[in-house]
């Protein structure tokens, strides 16, 4: 046996389980997605009956999609901007000054990133309940108190802000720990000199710290994505289960209700596939919209 | 010597792997080889598998049943599984082929295994076990069975008269009520819309609501009742057929109506906490005595037993309050279903565990757990709230049965999320009942061209 050869099967004995395991669990599954989602099918019987694009006709005049589809959009949107923006300003806090109880402070916000979905929405049904939740409470103490209940998860205006701040609240941490594991790799001398040049703390934050740290948050970014359509989906299952009256119902949640309840399994899967689609496009769209020079230093 | 180590770590990580999937191959023949040795010996023993949902009246009765069962059916084994979410155990072993030979899973369940089955024609008939003897008496389960509780579509889920669910335990629904704080401020449990709304009125002036309701799906049993009531049984089968222009009729126009004005009378914070998790807290506004009527089944008192209630408290329950002027109220009777599927292996045990159910001897053993079967005397012996629950049909009320018609899967439409997810939008005041009824009539147009 020669070296090359030798060379080459160690390789492949390498990477072999990986790739067996991933074409497995995630290669065939997902071809199998896009395949189901030509059929009109129960989900149980051996009665699959092909109807080609039938589903994606369908899907593309169902109002109550494109409905789902806004609030995930929406989601997206509402839950990347608050959380990068406050993430990043723990992160910089925590990791540019020193002061008493910083480690308190970096544990309780990444506490609740290891809670389970169930609890945190546990907390939030009892934070948003009309008559004795805190939120009513504490704007009862300060509107007196006649002020008029607001229902958290009742009014169709409002509830989906108010999962967007339950998601908000629960991802802050992990960016937070992981915009600090990049600004720890930025070297001090940086920040000296800046401030020999008589550079004050928000521009250094804007100047140096954020430009270094670019390439993490280009990653970030996508994690946001997938994310957030995933544990919307956890949370709204959970707290509202779409409701009222599909008022918070997003993509994956939908395409639950049509897949089982519905026994549409077919078109469950159709609307995976645009999930699918979207979601690859939209992390595409981003990667390229914040591409920049990577900075040495 | 540190590249022989790598390849022999390599070579043992991917020989692991492939030996794993081997090894179940191994002990699945091992085990059917167990497996047909087991069944030489006993040469008759028979399994047979059934699954049942662990509801509101526990696991017990069950595994009771099961035994009862094998001790009078010599040979027979039975495999039970008991879930309360029996769908999510069940359905990756049918995914592959492998169905449980009888299934205790009622319809209207969020999984919506029974209706998916329907709607697939995966159903085994049951028509010949109504004229089944009930094993050890010599009467036939469809003269046991309660008159009427195999006429609707509840059980002849295609509306061609051949039965594919069994009727199992039923509980009357209604509203329920603090009948104490009623006692206590002089106020009589109306018997018409028109004393709804004066109740209405008179609990507003003293802080109260009239209405309140744990989520949206209780809907079902409160506005099939209602129909009923405003256009008598008929009316009611058509709705449930989809029977063209019946959702926008003056009879069903009544109904809505009926919501509509019910939604002005209801508890403010009912829609945010009407959901899965937060159900209870509506449920807790009629122990609270913040909220008058709750639509909701028998199973409420025992759903609430721990739950701290205002003093005086006493259940109250009554049937819905008639629509028409003279008529009769109505209270839509809700029952579990059994049913075989259609792949499964042993369909005669199945029909013989079937026809068991409604021996006097199972019946006695659900009874113990409060689970009243529809056959005839059981509900006389009931005692306490129970008693009182089941005789709402003695006063008067008409029974009402029923459910939609089993349809092809519709992609999109849900008549559930438009008929009953609505009242949410319209107590909220998002949608008007006139939008409300139109979409209904929409969904109905288009699930009538999936009638099977």
Not at chain 1, 158 to 171: D, K, P
Not at chain 1, 191 to 197: I, N, P
Not at chain 1, 239 to 247: E, F, I, K, R, Y
Not at chain 2, 356 to 382: R, T
Request: aromatic residues 12%; hydrophobic residues 45%; charged residues 20%.
């Amino acid at each position: 046996m020669n070296h090359k050869l030798k060379k080459h099967l160690y390789i492949t004995a390498c990477v072999a389980p990986a790739i067996i395991l991933f074409t497995l669990f995630m290669i065939i599954p997902t071809i199998n997605v896009f395949r189901i989602s030509l059929y009109k099918w129960g989900g149980f019987s051996n009665t699959k009956t092909f109807v080609g694009f039938d589903n994606y006709r369908t899907l593309f005049k169902d109002i109550n999609f494109y409905g789902s589809f806004q609030n995930s959009i929406l989601m997206i949107v509402l839950i990347t901007i608050p959380t990068i923006a406050l993430a990043l300003l723990f992160a910089g806090i925590l990791s540019r000054y020193k002061f008493r109880g910083q480690n308190f402070f970096r544990i309780v916000f990444y506490i609740p990133n290891i809670l389970s979905i169930v609890v945190i929405a546990a907390i939030f049904s009892a934070i948003y309940d009309p008559s004795m939740g805190i939120l009513n409470s504490l704007i009862g103490v300060f509107k007196g108190g006649k002020a008029a209940q607001i229902l958290w998860l009742g009014d169709q205006k409002i509830v989906i802000f108010s999962i967007v701040i339950a998601l908000v609240w629960q991802a802050i941490g992990y960016y937070m720990v992981m915009y600090m594991a990049s600004m720890a790799g930025v070297p001090e001398s940086l920040y000296e000199s800046a401030g020999l040049d008589g550079a004050n703390e928000i521009t250094m934050f804007f100047q140096i710290t954020l430009p270094l740290i670019w390439t993490n948050i280009r990653t970030t970014l996508t994690f946001f994505i997938i994310s957030t359509i995933n544990l919307s989906f956890l949370l709204v299952k959970i707290l509202t289960n779409g409701g009222p009256d599909g008022a918070t119902e997003v993509f994956l949640s939908y395409m639950y209700k049509q897949a089982y309840t519905n026994s549409s399994y077919g078109y469950g899967m159709a609307i995976g596939v645009v999930v699918f689609v979207f979601s690859f496009a939209l992390a595409a769209i981003v990667n390229l919209v914040t591409k920049r020079e990577p900075l040495e230093f | 010597m540190k590249k022989a180590l790598s390849v022999i770590l390599a070579v043992s990580m991917v020989s692991s792997m492939l030996v794993g999937c081997g090894n179940t191959a191994e002990t699945n023949t091992e085990k059917t080889a167990k497996e047909e040795t087991a069944k030489g010996d006993t040469a008759e023993e028979q399994v047979l598998k059934v699954a049942a949902f662990e509801g509101g009246y526990g696991a017990d009765m069950w595994a009771e049943v099961c035994k009862a069962f094998e001790a009078s059916h010599e040979g027979v084994k039975i495999e039970l599984q008991i879930d309360k979410k029996i769908e999510d155990v069940i359905s990756p072993s049918m995914k592959a082929g492998e169905y449980p030979d009888v299934i205790h899973l009622a319809t209207g369940r969020e999984a919506a295994l029974t209706e998916t089955l329907t709607k697939e024609n995966g159903l085994e008939p049951l028509t010949d076990v109504l004229d089944m003897t009930v094993p050890g008496e010599d009467v036939k389960v469809k003269d046991k069975i309660v008159p009427g509780f195999v006429d609707t579509l509840a059980t002849n889920p295609y509306g061609d008269g051949v039965t594919y669910y069994a009727p199992m335990f039923y509980s009357p629904c209604g509203l329920f009520y603090n009948a104490g704080l009623l006692k206590e401020k002089g106020w009589e449990v109306p018997t018409t819309w028109d004393g709804m709304w004066e109740l209405g009125e008179k609990a507003k002036a003293e802080g109260i609501a009239l209405f309140t309701y744990p989520t949206t799906g209780y809907f079902d049993a409160f506005m099939f009742a209602l129909i009923s009531s405003a256009g008598g049984s008929e009316t009611f089968d058509k709705a449930m057929s989809y029977d063209d222009g019946i959702w926008e009729s003056a009879d069903l126009t009544k109904v809505f109506d009926i919501c509509g004005k019910l939604a002005a009378f209801t508890e403010s914070t009912t829609v945010a906490n009407a959901n899965d998790q937060n159900f209870t807290k509506n449920q807790q506004l009629i122990l609270d005595n913040k909220a008058i009527f709750c639509p909701n089944g028998t199973w409420l008192p025992g759903e609430m037993k721990d739950a701290p209630r205002a003093d005086g408290f006493e259940w109250g329950f009554t049937a819905l309050p008639a629509v028409n002027n003279g008529g009769a109220g109505s209270s839509f009777c809700w029952f579990e279903q059994m049913w075989i599927p259609a792949a499964a292996e042993n369909k005669d045990m199945a029909k013989e565990f079937i026809a068991y159910m409604y021996s006097d001897e199972a019946a006695a053993i659900f009874a113990k757990s409060n689970a009243v079967q529809p056959i005839a005397g059981v509900s006389e012996n009931l005692e306490g709230d129970n008693k009182m629950f089941y005789s709402v049909y003695d006063n008067g009320a008409t029974a009402v049965m029923g459910g939609f018609q089993a349809t092809a899967p519709v992609e999109g439409v849900s008549m559930k999320d438009t008929l009953f997810g609505t009242v949410d939008s319209v107590v909220s005041g998002d949608k008007t009942v006139a939008d409300w009824q139109k979409a209904v009539e929409e969904v109905s147009d288009k699930l009538r061209d999936a009638v099977q």
